[in-house]
C-alpha cells in the first residue's frame, strides 16, 4: 500500500477554481449600499440546487476539533447540487477535496488551509472529506440543498471508501 501525506497548501481562488468557489472579500469589487453603511460583495459563489425542484437553505454546523495526523479514509460528493461552508469567527478549517469523476482520483486529492476568511463552494459532484474543523465548537454557516425526505428522489450523498489506500493530512 503506497501511503500519501496531504500537506494543505493556502486557499485562493485559482488554486481551487477546478473543485468550486472561494467565497471571500479579498480581490472582489463592491457595491456601497444602505446609504453608505455597508459594502455589498455580490455573487461570490453560486449554489447549485435545482435539480429536482431542489430548494437552498441555510444550515449552521458546529464542529469539533480533528486530531492529526488525520486519516482520510473516505470522501463523500453530492452529485446534483453544490454545498458551501463559510466559518464564523474568523476560524482557519481544512479542505480535503478531489475533482468530479465517477470515482475519486486518489493521485489528484489536494488539501487546503482557509486563513479563517474564507469560505469554500464545493461544485456539484466534487469528492470532499467532511468537515475538518481546527477548533472545537467552530460554527460555520453551510448553504446546500434542502433535504425532504418525503418528495427528494434524488441521491443526496455518495460515499467512496478510501480504506485501502494510506492517505494521511497533516496540519501545519
Known sequence: MNSIILNPQPLNKQSFNQFGDVVEIQNHDYNIINNGYAQKYPNLASIDTSEENGETAIHIFLAKKRNFPLKIDMLERHPF??????????????????????IP?????????????????????????????????????????????????IMQCDIFELSEFNISLEAN
Do not use: M
Not at 447540487?81 to 465517477?102: D, M, N, T, Y
Not at 474564507?118 to 469528492?127: A, E, I
Not at 465548537?137 to 418525503?150: G, V
Open 105 to 153: 482520483d486518489i493521485e489528484k486529492i489536494t488539501a487546503f488551509i482557509s486563513n479563517g476568511e474564507q469560505g469554500v463552494n464545493f461544485s456539484r459532484g466534487v469528492w470532499h472529506f467532511p468537515l475538518i474543523s481546527l477548533d472545537d465548537d467552530a460554527q460555520f454557516i453551510t448553504i446546500d440543498r434542502k433535504y425532504n425526505p418525503k418528495i427528494d428522489k
Open 81 to 102: 447540487f453544490s454545498q458551501c461552508f463559510i466559518p464564523r469567527g474568523k476560524k482557519e478549517f481544512l479542505v480535503v477535496v478531489a475533482p468530479p469523476s465517477k
